[in-house]
């Protein structure tokens, strides 16, 4: 464990990806292949299930640190993170266990006992105890917990902490995880990064058997790595050149997915790397029409009425656990596919994107495939680039969100590679919103209150419509914290109402009708575009300038 957390403080203290791909590297090379699987597991977010809510570790580490839970309450609304707050607020008794111990925290049972407690334990031997903690009683619980949090030092408890959890966040990515591992074992990347796709967990495998040895039965259902695209840049027109090298197609807004035919079954796989096939049965209508050996890249679209809807739609199909007959035929989906990743069970990525694409559009002309519901998202060609912008403007008019660049001889790559895929994405709505509550942020802005609620005008009163906590540099957040403790009304909690005065323009990539909104709207992906100094209040929108986005 002090190896796994003396490399998670490294990672967390450096933002230099040299650096962070030689400590995994480094650790790769040394750590057992057990701490090495759940090494990979934990920072590609495949970690246990938390054995224990955050209210009993709340109250457990006030207990032991004898703080009353409102000073507790305040340190976590100041330190925004629940594992470093508790790590914060232990006592300091590494060397005094048993002094600290007597008379407060009860043997562990047996259970428990038989797992080694020993600060000298691997990262896998504290795993496999979070895991069997589980399936004990609270009492055994809570002395487990105290006991090793009085045994750990402090960076070992915000680890330890972290991985109960679940909210490892220390910006390492499987690109990144990947590379270090081509490092330390000499595999290829790119056969690194399908290797870890799919939903494989360290109590199903091996290190040996997940990284260093060839299964080739263990990828009838594993998808490829996706391949994304970069957003244009200013000047991208002179960098991109000859209009004739690229193709276009619409940009559309559903669930990326890759849907794969193989042995005579289907496989859905959703961008997250979540293998989600049983929430859309509509694609196992596939197997009547598109052979095995194929895998589709494209995106799952709702397609009420014959047309595509938007994303609010799907938003009534993910997440739920089961779905209505009902829910089916109100929400009907289907894959608008963009690209072929395999034919006739050979890999085909690296094969120009043209090449590829003209054998996607024979399969999908020859076999009716609407009756089935996979449709072909059309390329386009221009003769220049206003004539590209003139279509880019027709996007909303088509339910998407802009338009796809890609070069035509562009081979399928694994990752965010910047000069053959771009994104042109539409301007985004925009609109004018008062600011009427705050709430402190996390991280390194814990201490300033920068997460904003804002509201719009209707019928003389502010009405909440958006939340934003990103768009200001960090000297205007420290302009708006020191105006909001000052002018604050009321406290909820963390929450600080505050006097409505200032106005901010806020951009969103989407809009829709929502019940589930008191504003009666559902915006996506909201933001601060600019703080409106020049604005009054009495001058923001109002909510039937809101509705008036919503796409008829």
């Known amino acids: 464990m002090k190896e796994f957390a003396a490399l998670i403080k490294t990672l967390d203290s450096t933002n230099k990806t040299n650096l962070k791909v030689a400590a995994l590297a480094e ?76 008379g407060e925290v009860r043997s562990v049972s047996q259970s428990v006992t038989q797992l080694n407690t020993q600060n000298e334990k691997s990262l896998s031997t504290y795993i496999q105890e979070i895991i069997t903690l589980r399936t ?41 995880m990947t590379r270090a ?36 039965e263990d990828y009838l259902s594993k998808p490829y790595p996706f391949y994304l695209a970069y957003a244009v840049e200013d000047n991208f027109k002179e960098e991109l050149g000859d209009i004739g090298n690229w193709s276009f197609e619409h940009k559309w807004d559903g669930i990326r997915s890759q849907v794969i035919i193989r042995n005579d079954d289907v496989f859905v796989w959703s961008r997250g790397e ?10 196992q209508r596939f197997l009547s029409k598109i052979p095995n050996g194929t895998v589709l890249d494209g995106e799952i679209l709702p397609f009420g009425n014959n047309e595509i809807g938007n994303f609010n739609d799907l938003q009534t199909r993910i997440g739920r656990k089961n779905l209505t007959k009902k829910l089916l035929e109100k929400t009907p989906v289907i894959l608008n596919a963009y690209d072929l990743l395999e034919w006739e069970g050979k890999d085909i990525r690296k094969r120009p994107f043209s090449e590829r694409r003209k054998i996607l559009d024979t399969l999908i002309s020859e076999c009716d495939c609407d009756e089935i519901g996979l449709y072909l998202s059309a390329t386009m060609e221009f003769q220049n680039w206003e004539a590209a912008a003139k279509e880019r403007k027709m996007a909303r008019e088509k339910r998407s969100e802009g338009l796809m660049i890609k070069r035509k001889d562009s081979p399928y790559l694994v990752g965010r590679k910047k000069g053959d895929w771009w994104k042109w994405k539409t301007d985004p709505f925009t609109i004018d919103g ?45 302009q708006v ?44 992906f909201p933001r601060i575009l600019r703080w409106r100094k020049d604005k009054p209040i009495e001058e923001a929108n109002t909510l039937d300038d809101l509705r008036a986005l919503i796409p008829k």
């Open 27 to 102: 650790y790769f090379n040394q750590a057992s292949d057990d701490d090495k699987l759940w090494t990979i597991a934990i920072l590609s977010h495949r970690r246990p299930k938390r054995p224990v809510n955050t209210t009993l570790l709340r109250l457990w580490a006030t207990e032991i640190s004898g703080i009353p839970s409102w000073l507790f309450e305040e340190s976590y609304h100041i330190v925004g993170d629940l594992a470093e707050t508790i790590a914060l607020i232990l006592p300091k008794t590494e060397n005094t266990l048993t002094a600290a111990l007597e």
């Open 434 to 478: 008062v600011l009427t509550y705050a709430m402190r942020g996390h991280g390194r802005r814990a201490n300033l209150y920068t997460d904003y609620t804002f509201g719009l005008w209707d019928k003389g009163e502010l009405v909440t419509f958006a939340k934003a906590y990103s768009g200001l540099t960090d000297a205007e957040f420290r």
């Open 181 to 216: 591992l081509s490092k330390s074992t000499g595999i290829d990347e790119d056969i690194l990064a399908y290797k870890l796709m799919g939903d494989w967990t360290p109590e199903k495998t091996t290190y040996q058997k997940l990284i260093l040895e060839e299964n080739p």
């Open 481 to 524: 914290d020191a105006w909001i403790k000052k002018n604050t009304l009321e406290r909820f909690g963390p929450v600080r109402s505050v006097t409505p005065h200032h106005v901010f323009e806020i951009a969103f990539e989407g809009i829709a009708e929502s019940s589930r909104h008191k504003s009666g709207v559902a915006t996506r």
């Open 274 to 283: 979540e293998l989600v096939t049983d929430k859309y049965p509509e694609f």
């Open 136 to 176: 004990l009683a609270e009492e055994e619980k809570k002395n487990y917990l105290q006991e090793n949090w009085l045994a750990m030092s402090y960076f070992e408890r915000f680890v330890f902490n972290k991985i109960i959890t679940g909210g490892f966040r220390i910006g390492v990515s499987q690109k990144l």
